[in-house]
């Protein structure tokens, strides 16, 4: 008998968890995604910011101890749910116009069951020139050029024919967003503006000025107040300009517009903001959330909703969602690789055993908090309260951070060689000019 066939949508946290531990004996498993890695999202800041070497922050699809798995390098525009059909276009970064261009032909996967995890896009409010001038963190590609232009930016500093105004405005970096990822992200990089590029770079290093810019009047807004005055007030103190209730305008080339300060000039410009629903999330023909971020919506077993119930059934019993593009009505749970990872493991646990007890069990999904955990810099972090217990911050709260990070990675030889990079890096710095 021929195994039924799981076709996952999405390489990310949630779609990636599924393909490493879902039975490959007992199902035969499809992943569609345009990337053929998935990022561990937690670490591209510090990749970005030479911590390690950027493949510790990815893991391919593709691997030789599950080479059953399928995988296509591919976008799924559409889903026929009547034939339980996905129709998708290949993803290749410079595809030929040529239509007979095998990279543009569409295809079409049968399914028995679908998981539907595409996460989500950036939302750049529709800001003009963000797409354009900004940089994004998403996946390590971003975090590669993040570095590289950190450096380019550094060198024109550098040239005979910089003036030191110049070299201010060049080595201004902005970022948009107060949330974790921006406030990271602001963090590292003050870290190592402080340590090897001082020494690499001491003629214009001190130019470097880091800003972080948000609409809400505080950053860190998910965590108490105590935690985010003392997180605001650690960052000023490294003279790291943290500027709320910002609008930013337009963004253009050298420069961004907020409605308060006018022009600001700056090198480079990371857009952290909040996440937007992905193309295939907005036309896909089920019930949907209503408010805010578009997100597909699933019952408490993570089966999607259709938008009409047929013949009495409100869910389609094989199509489920997961990650940051779905959430379970009335949950609103937060769009964290936690709650990916906790979703899929679920969808794991229902789908092996339903290979071995038909029917599996009936239990709902649970979402069990974890601790919210920020760095912000200078070996320092954040911790959010839980229940009764109050958060804390300081070194502890910074080791409980970076120890989180590298349990982030489920592959024991990147844990190993991250625990290895980061001794070395205390011993004799960051290889950052190496890489
Ligand atoms: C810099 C950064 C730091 C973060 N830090 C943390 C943290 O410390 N803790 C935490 O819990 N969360 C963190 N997050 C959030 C976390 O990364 C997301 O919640 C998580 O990635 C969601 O997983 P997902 O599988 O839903 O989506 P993703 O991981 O975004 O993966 C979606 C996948 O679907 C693919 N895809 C998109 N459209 C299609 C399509 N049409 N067809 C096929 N494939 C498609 C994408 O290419 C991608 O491979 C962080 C996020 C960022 C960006």
Known sequence: MSKPHILIIGSGWAGFYLASYLSTSAYSITIISPRRTSAYTPLLASAACGLFNFYLAEEPVRS??????????????????????????????????????????????????????????TNTF???????HALFLKNVSDAMTIRKLLFDLLEKASLPTCTPSLAASLLHVAIVGGGPTGVEMAAELDDLAHHELRDMYPEVAPYIRISIWDVAPNILGAYDRKLYEY?????????????????IEKVEQGAFWTKEKGKVDCGMLVWATGNKAVDLTES??????????????????????KSKAEDGDEVFENVFGLGDAADIEGA???????VACQKAKYLVDFFNDRAKTNPPSAKPFEY????????????????????????????????????????????????LVILLTWLLNSIFGKEIAKM
């Open 64 to 121: 030789k101890s599950r080479s059953s798995i399928k995988y296509h390098k591919a976008n799924v525009i559409s889903i026929t749910f009547s034939t339980q059909t996905a129709h998708c276009i290949p993803a290749f970064d410079s595809p030929s116009p040529s239509s007979s261009d095998i990279s543009n032909q569409p295809f079409d996967i049968p399914y028995d069951h679908l998981i539907i995890a595409p996460g989500c896009g």
């Open 126 to 132: 529709s800001t003009p020139g963000v797409t354009t």
């Open 231 to 247: 997180a605001n007030e650690r960052l000023v103190r490294r003279n790291i300009a943290v500027e709320t209730g910002a609008h």
């Open 284 to 305: 896909l023909d089920v019930r949907k959330t209503t408010r805010g971020l578009v997100r597909i919506l699933t019952d408490s077993h993570l089966r999607v909703y």
């Open 332 to 338: 609103s749970l937060p769009t964290t690789a936690e």
């Open 368 to 415: 069990q908090q974890k601790r919210l955990v920020s760095y912000i810099g200078s070996h320092d972090g954040v911790i959010a309260g839980r229940g009764d217990q109050e958060g804390w911050t300081g070194r502890s709260a910074w080791l409980a951070w970076r120890s989180g990070s590298v349990m982030w990675t489920r592959s024991w030889r990147h844990r």
